[in-house]
């Protein structure tokens, strides 16, 4: 039995599922956190839909039915966290997604949690120019170096549709890259 396998039964088994839960959060937790803060940027923000992610999984481990890999599910459940509090947030705001995004953006120059530097904030304002899909298939691919194919269970759509929507974002953001901003 594989160690995914394992990990999910004993999920699901109420007499081990509190230290199966700590042991998945344990393992994914550090890799979510930056898929997340990659959507929402803030720290503060990545660390509340971390929490949301993970108290949905709780609830929902039952229903998993195994069809993709765990690690896919919780990626998935992560990034539709992510964007429901983008949406959220800028609605309570009453402003665009992509006004939102800009602001994030700005937040991140007095981020004390933000390593980066001139050119890695201009990448992000670049990131952030892009659609939705794009920007998700930028982050995955770029950050964190996913397949296509695990990025394919992620998101639900075909490998085919990822690699044009990356090649297409690369070349949005060397062409922002490159302008005169």
């Known amino acids: 039995m594989s160690q995914e396998a394992a990990l999910l039964e004993n ?4 007499r081990t599922k509190h ?19 990659h959507i929402v940027k803030s720290h503060d923000d990545a660390d509340d ?16 039915k195994g069809d ?18 983008i949406n959220k947030r800028a609605r309570e705001m009453k402003i665009s997604n ?31 120019t ?8 930028f982050n995955m691919k770029y950050f964190q170096d996913l397949k296509y194919m695990d990025m394919a269970e992620i998101l639900e759509t075909s ?5 044009a929507s990356y090649h297409i974002a690369v070349k949005k953001i060397e062409a922002y890259l490159t302008e005169d901003n």
């Open 159 to 163: 490998e085919g549709a990822l690699k």
């Open 11 to 14: 999920l699901k088994t109420e």
């Open 68 to 85: 993709s890999k765990l690690y896919s599910w919780l990626y998935r459940i992560a990034t539709n966290e992510a964007i429901t509090f």
């Open 49 to 64: 839909v971390l929490q949301n992610t993970f108290i949905k999984v709780y609830k929902n481990i039952e229903g998993f």
């Open 98 to 128: 992509e006004d939102l995004q800009q602001n994030n953006i700005q937040n991140l120059k007095s981020d004390v949690y933000f390593e980066g530097n001139d050119i890695q904030l201009k990448l992000q304002e670049a990131i952030a």
């Open 19 to 37: 230290v199966a839960f700590n042991e998945l959060v344990s393992l994914y937790k550090e890799r979510l956190y930056w898929h997340i803060r």
């Open 130 to 137: 892009l659609p939705e899909k794009q920007q998700l298939v």
